[in-house]
Each structure stands twice: as C-alpha cells, then as structure tokens.
C-alpha cells in the first residue's frame, strides 16, 4: 500500500531534551516536506526537500533540523523543543512535477 | 503574512445543505489551487483542485468555483451530508516547484 508512515504517533516530553519525528515513504516521490498545524493557521511548512540531501526552510523554521540521506526517509529533529513547539506535525511527499501532496497520520507533540 | 485567507474558520450546515468555503489570495504567480479534506487523526488529503483555465471544476458533489480577476476561489459541497464533516484547506501551488501554501483551515460540521 502507497503510504507515507510518521513515528512516533503522539509524545509527551520536556523542554531541551532532543527528539527525533521520523517519516518514511515508499512510493518513490523525490519531494518531501514538514509541516506543522495549529488552530487558526493552518498548515505552515517547516522545512522541504527536493530530492536526497537537498533541503531548504519554509515558513517557520526556527527550532527545527532535517536530513534526507535517503530518497524514502525525511525525519524532523529537535535538538532543544520548547512549549512552543507543541503541535501536531505532519510530513507530506509528492512525485516532482505533480502538485498532489500525500500526507502521512499525523505526530501529536507535547512540550512541556 | 499569510498569502491565503481562508473563511469562514468553522461552519455548521444541516444535512442537505450547501456548504460554502472561500480563499482570496494576491500573488498571481499561482497556477494550481487544490483543496485538502482533513478528518479528525488522519492527515490532510486532496479532494480536488482547479487551475485558472477555467471557471469552475466538478467532482460529485464538491465544485470549485475560481474568480480570477477577484483573486478568490471557493469551495462549495451540495447536498451535504454528516460524513462531510471535517477540516478543509484551500492551498496556492504551481510557482514553486511541488511547494503547496495553505489556508488556515474551515471546520465543517453537517448536522444531521
């Protein structure tokens, strides 16, 4: 089945302590991104990646660090999460040339 | 500053109803204008999307309405019905590559 997989699904953890949100996809796609969603705005990119170690900053980067050593994995560090990073965090990929976003289920993060 | 405003943010209609949600965005360098279907824990997936060769797009029962010269898009969903009932996204792509920016989200609620 085409999917793209977020791990952990929800974590509770505490300000500093460095964690990693991993995201694999297996349909192949060269483009993959993060986003982060809170109420009333919606989804706003965090980081983005073009193909295997090519990423750049979205709109709201501060805090966060990618990697994309591999074509099907994209994970999201945190090296210090702060309260205001609680968020519910997605990561999406696409096939380049094609608009269609595919998104995985979603990682809940609280950060206490 | 956000590049689309997307209204109304929550939306309760009765069964049968029409639903109706707006976008206005200002760069016209975008040339894809998709909208997202969100239900509670899962991720964000396409349910259609329209370019600005034409007016307006059908699929079922979900329309895309596309006003260029006003700069406004919206989404309208006839006859509505409580399995409708989610979070929807209107998003800007086409100007950069796969990159998709999003609205800040409608929740619907089809009363029953």
């Known amino acids: 089945e085409a999917q793209v997989t977020q791990n952990p699904r929800y974590l509770i953890t505490v300000t500093g302590k460095k964690l990693t949100v991993t995201c694999s996809q297996n349909m192949n796609h060269e483009y993959m991104s993060w986003y982060r969603q809170d109420p009333g705005l919606g989804l706003r990119q965090i980081y983005y990646s073009m193909n295997v170690e090519v990423t750049d900053k979205g709109d709201v980067p501060e805090g966060y660090k990618v990697s994309r050593k591999e074509k099907r994995n994209f994970p999201l560090i945190l090296e210090s999460p702060s309260p205001n990073q609680t968020s519910l965090y997605f990561c999406a990929s696409s096939s380049t040339g094609k608009e269609t976003q595919y998104f995985g289920p979603g990682t809940r993060l609280l950060v206490l | 500053q956000q590049q689309v405003k997307q209204s109304p943010q929550s939306l309760i209609v009765q069964k049968g109803g029409i639903s109706i949600i707006n976008c206005a965005y200002e760069?016209?360098?975008?040339?894809?204008f998709p909208w997202y279907q969100q239900f509670p824990g899962k991720g964000p997936a396409l349910l259609i999307a329209i370019r600005p060769d034409v007016s307006e797009k059908k699929e079922g029962r979900f329309t895309i309405s596309f006003n260029k010269s006003a700069k406004q898009f919206s989404l309208h969903i006839m006859d509505s019905q409580p399995g409708d009932s989610a979070t929807y996204f209107c998003?800007?792509?086409?100007?950069?590559?796969?990159?998709?920016?999003f609205g800040g989200g409608t929740r619907l609620m089809v009363k029953p």
């Open positions: 760069n016209t360098a975008f040339d894809y």
């Open positions: 998003a800007l792509g086409g100007n950069a590559g796969n990159m998709l920016t």
